[in-house]
């Protein structure tokens, strides 16, 4: 992967999110003049409140297995156009503060009549409280579309970060058990308002093994002692709640569906050094469902619960990467292992994690 070649680049999860962004992120951000990320309206304390209740209530099978962070009710309020509030209004504090009080009073009267709760929140104490945010926000707040169109046209070039994966993008993924944005390619225009033709490169994150967190489909997970010690090996915990991530083979129907929308130009397989205690190493190619072999991914989620693995197995290199910086001295069958995806995935590999830390990585010419 030449660096001076990428132009304005995204850097997207081809999964269930947690791919490890950041680090390839942290690697390539000192090639590009600006980051930025593409999603966001404000999350206030009743959408957190809203979105534990509204998983509590439901029956089980129905549970998304939100991070209950308020995500999907503040879309949801931003879809509605009615309820939602973005940060420039932080900065007209009368008409913030009467905005909150008309907000809070229709919260509370929803959520006393939906799940009877009966400790009505405060739009004031709601009110000072952001706004104490929005003295400390003050000096990183401007408007983002026109500073992204003045660093392009000065010729620097900008990273789009995606948040998620693809295949929790509320349109292409796993739905319902998804976020509630646009986590594919396809958010960087509507999120971040530049024309859809800016970005020039794709990178496109996946582990060398698959991951989820939360509730959905998920065909090669591993409830069993070799899923159980990729976890403990990859430190598979969520970043910002802690949950244990469930853990699988890498799925390759799954992330080729995930490239058909997101375009990848080059790969990025983190967590390689994960896999280097196993004598085989599995790859998922195809579903079985029913009496049917599924070689492309199942619109339909509950044909996707349903779905048997089927694996091409590979031999395993059993040793130590952690100090590989190129691509030659890396053992065969890791090198082996990795031309099976990008084979199955038909995008060339740019980038390879072998480690935690922010030098272990091995850029691919």
């Known amino acids: 992967m030449r660096l001076g070649d990428l132009g304005h680049t995204c850097v997207v999860g081809l999964a269930w999110g947690d791919e490890g962004k950041g680090k390839v992120v942290d690697v390539l951000v000192e090639h590009f003049g600006a980051v930025a990320r593409f999603c966001a309206h404000l999350v ?29 009710p503040c879309y949801a309020d931003k879809v509605s156009r009615r309820w939602g509030v973005r940060v420039c209004e932080l900065y007209s504090p009368d008409r913030f503060r009467a905005r909150i009080r008309q907000i809070v009073a229709h919260k509370n009267a929803y959520l006393k009549a939906l799940y009877d709760i009966r400790d009505p929140l405060d739009p004031d104490g709601i009110t000072e409280e952001y706004l104490k945010f929005a003295a400390q926000l003050r000096p990183f707040v401007g408007d983002t579309v026109g500073e992204l169109h003045r660093l392009m046209r000065s010729g620097k070039r900008v990273l789009f970060e995606g948040a998620q994966g693809s295949l929790l993008d509320v349109d292409h993924g796993t739905y319902p058990f998804v976020t509630s944005s646009s986590a594919g390619v396809g958010g960087v225009a509507s999120g971040a308002g530049v024309p859809p033709g800016s970005v020039r490169s794709v990178v496109g994150v996946l582990k060398a093994y698959t991951t989820r967190v939360g509730a959905g489909p998920f065909p090669t997970e591993l409830n069993d002692e070799v899923g159980e010690t990729i976890r403990h090996i990859g430190k598979e915990f969520g970043t910002t709640t802690g949950r244990p991530r469930r853990c699988g083979w890498f799925d390759a129907v ?37 009496t049917k072999t599924l070689n492309t991914f199942p619109a339909d989620t509950y044909v996707l619960q349903e779905a048997e693995p089927v694996y091409e197995t590979l031999p395993g290199w059993k040793q130590e990467i952690g100090h590989c910086r190129r691509w030659d001295d890396l053992p065969r069958e890791a090198q082996q292992y990795l031309q099976c995806l990008s084979r199955r995935l038909e995008t060339p590999i740019g980038i390879v994690g072998v480690g935690p830390e922010r030098e272990q990585v091995i850029f691919v010419d």
Do not use: W
């Open 44 to 72: 206030f304390p009743y959408h957190r409140k809203q979105d534990v209740l509204s998983e509590q209530a439901a029956l089980p099978g129905n549970k998304i297995g939100t991070t209950a962070r308020g995500i999907g």
């Open 254 to 290: 799954a992330a080729g569906y995930a490239a058909q929308f997101s375009g990848p130009t080059h790969l990025a397989i983190m967590h390689l050094d994960t896999l280097a205690s196993f004598d085989e190493i599995k790859v998922c190619v195809a579903y079985k469902h029913g």
